[in-house]
Nanobody, 112 residues
Framework: QVQLVESGGGSVQAGGSLKLSCVAS????????VGWYHQAPGKERDLVSS???????DYTDSVKGRFTISRDNAKRTLYLQMNNLKSEDTGVYYC??????WGQGTQVTVSS
């Protein structure tokens, strides 16, 4: 069982920045595609951004130009740099690896 531990969430004002981190317990991390998901209050969990094992990145349209996903395989860590945050970015952010393992989520609250 791979454990994922997220951190970096918090409360910021609109226009602010946060950087999320997700540390994996297993070297499996380096062999898999990984991603960040967002679940707004009362909504379904949606993919925000992903990065393949080879480093290819993808973003949902609403965060393009504002969010940057990256990974450090040596540290088994996934990052999400979030800039120019908007109120609609509020919610719980989950990391996921290999399409199987999930973190516990970290809360992001953006006030306008």
């Amino acid at each position: 069982q791979v454990q994922l531990v997220e951190s970096g969430g918090g409360s910021v004002q609109a226009g602010g920045s946060l950087k999320l981190s997700c540390v994996a317990s297993d070297v499996l991390f380096s062999t898999c595609g990984v991603g960040w998901y967002h679940q707004a209050p009362g909504k379904e969990r949606d993919l925000v951004s992903s990065i393949s094992a080879g480093g290819r990145t993808d973003y949902t349209d609403s965060v393009k130009g504002r969010f940057t996903i990256s990974r450090d395989n040596a540290k088994r860590t996934l990052y999400l740099q979030m800039n120019n945050l908007k109120s609609e970015d509020t919610g719980v952010y989950y990391c996921e690896i290999c399409g199987i393992y999930w973190g516990q989520g970290t809360q992001v609250t953006v006030s306008s």
